[in-house]
């Protein structure tokens, strides 16, 4: 089965997995994909967690530094970046409020 560009336009999808939103759009010829994310999921859990690792010495409770929203995920592997423990703390600096460590930002 095919779809065509005429039977996307308009059609808006959200994949709960993710938190991704994509929209269609047709556009002349084309179509325009547009995929936004809800970092609200992420956020809140990291804004526990940092309730919970504060005052903790490293290696003391929860392990995690942070979460990497999705699209980050996804930008880092493009670039070859996401095992790159400098390119990680630059993100966490960058966006502090996705890391569960504030010692971790330091």
Do not use: S
């Not at 938190?19 to 759009?25: R, S, V």
């Not at 390119?87 to 502090?96: E, S």
């Not at 569960?100 to 330091?106: F, N, Q």
């Amino acid at each position: 089965m095919k779809i065509t560009a005429d039977e996307l336009h308009g059609m808006r999808l959200y994949d709960a997995e993710t938190h991704a939103i994509t929209e269609y759009k047709k556009e002349g010829d084309g179509l325009i994909i547009k995929k936004t994310f809800d970092d609200t999921l992420a956020l809140d859990t990291a804004q526990e967690m940092r309730a919970v690792t504060a005052g903790e010495k490293w290696g003391d409770g929860l392990k995690h530094v942070g979460f990497l929203p999705q699209w980050q995920v996804e930008r880092m592997m493009r670039e070859g970046t996401l095992n790159n423990k400098a390119a990680i703390k630059q993100l966490f600096q960058a966006a502090p409020a996705f890391c569960t460590r504030e010692k971790y930002l330091k």
